[in-house]
């Protein structure tokens, strides 16, 4: 096992079979931590975590779709059984359904987007509490988006299950410090990796959208798995409810710009 800040910690991180959930997986365990990996098949999670075991860190493979209390329930319980105790739960797995305009999203298409992002993300919170609070303190980080503070034409579900997400982290939050138990969140913009992985081939699409960020590009996976180790170390310990936004400074600005508009000077 590796020493680093997480080195007497444990930690479970929904959706790390691949993507940015990985990322955050193999950075906990590079970091010492003992590393809960899920996915929805068991074979997969347990694959990372082999990978995982196999560059000398400590992993274990578990299964469930979190949006089965059930599952959720049984792989926290085997969590426990196995390392004692979960100090933190980052809540990552999330889907989204193709751009749509809001009139044709069907109704089992939104429950889908919700019960993964929303229910899914709060039926881990409530497995893990029970053992955060009677050890006298633990850190949740819940993985919102900036679509999450805006709206996203096209992307209704997504947009409205992930600004749930936020408040269920405040609500969270302001419920749970009397245990010691901090909850925040972060609102990555375009990432390229994860679900933005097909739209990386279309280069076009990628200037076009990297065009609406001021920093004129996608974040690297690591940009925002970093923020997310900070959020579960001790160098976090009095942020709490809070929403870190990694989005290379788009939510904070509109395009195009009065300049841009008025002068066509391209800032
Ligand atoms: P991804 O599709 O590569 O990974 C999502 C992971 O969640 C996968 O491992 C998938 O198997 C898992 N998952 C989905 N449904 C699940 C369920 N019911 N139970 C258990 N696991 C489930 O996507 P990603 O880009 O790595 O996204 C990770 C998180 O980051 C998501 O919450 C996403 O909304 C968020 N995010 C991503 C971006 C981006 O640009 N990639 C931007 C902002 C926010």
Redesign the pocket.
């Known amino acids: 096992m590796r020493e680093g800040r997480f080195s007497d910690k444990v930690v479970l991180v ?8 990985r990322a955050i997986a193999v950075a906990f365990a590079e970091e010492g931590a003992k590393v809960l990996v ?3 098949q068991k074979e997969a999670a347990q694959a990372v975590a082999e990978e995982m075991r196999g560059r000398g860190t400590e992993a274990l493979g578990l299964g ?4 089965d209390p059930e599952a959720v329930r049984g792989m926290v319980e085997e969590g426990l059984k196995v390392y004692g105790k979960i100090d933190v739960l980052v809540n ?5 359904l193709p751009p749509q305009p809001a009139e044709g999203v069907q109704r089992e298409g939104f429950e889908k987007v919700m019960a ?2 929303l229910t ?1 993300a709060f039926l881990c919170c409530q497995a893990v509490f029970p053992s955060m609070r009677e050890r006298g303190g633990g850190s949740i980080i819940n ?1 919102s ?1 900036q679509a999450g503070l805006f709206g996203e034409p096209g992307l209704l579900p997504y947009c409205v299950s992930k600004a749930a997400l936020l408040s269920l982290t405040r609500c969270l939050a302001y419920e749970w410090s009397p245990y010691g138990i901090r909850v925040n969140a972060v609102a ?4 390229a ?4 992985e097909p739209v990386l081939k279309y280069e076009a699409l990628v200037s076009t959208l990297s065009s609406r960020v001021p920093l004129k590009r996608f974040a690297k996976v690591e940009e925002v798995v970093e923020v997310v180790l900070f959020l579960a170390s001790e160098a976090a310990s009095y942020i709490n409810g809070e929403v870190l936004v990694v989005d290379g400074g788009m939510t904070g600005y509109r395009t195009p710009s009065i300049l841009q508009l008025t002068s066509g000077r391209g800032r």
């Open positions: 929904t959706g790390s079979t691949r993507g940015i959930g899920n996915g929805r469930a779709d979190i949006s990552n797995a999330g889907i989204s993964v992002n899914g993985v988006s990555p913009g375009f990432v990796g994860g679900m933005n």
